[in-house]
């Protein structure tokens, strides 16, 4: 294992190293600002694609347009792109956490 050295982590404070509660992802956009409990510093995400809040819809609308194109009942569209929208949401925001870096505003 290489990573020994300090390299700034994604999701977690730059000035002490402290992670920024998982939670916070939900609440993530460009303008939000989370300050750190511990160091105190005011952070906001680096670089915060929108691409992550509107995959879900893509995806949504998208799985939807195949399901009544398969000529599916409306309830059987309706929760199908229900639940694609929100697997692929989710998997947003695990990627989110995952990648996001935060600087100090
Ligand atoms: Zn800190």
């Known amino acids: 294992m290489a990573d020994m050295n300090k390299i700034k982590e994604t999701f977690s404070c730059p000035s002490c190293g402290e992670r920024v509660p998982f939670a916070k992802v939900w ?17 906001m995400p680096e670089k ?8 879900g819809f893509i995806s949504t ?15 059987i569209v309706f929760i199908g792109s229900a639940l ?3 697997i692929i949401y989710l998997a947003g925001v695990l990627f989110a956490y995952k990648t996001v870096r935060f600087k100090i505003k």
Request: charged content about 10%.
């Open 61 to 75: 609308a998208g799985t939807g347009h195949l399901l009544m194109k398969m000529n599916q009942p409306f309830v």
């Open 84 to 86: 694609a929208g929100m």
């Open 48 to 55: 915060m694609s929108p691409l992550y809040f509107v995959i």
């Open 27 to 43: 609440i993530l956009n460009n303008n939000s600002t989370y300050r750190c409990k511990k160091c105190n510093t005011e952070l």
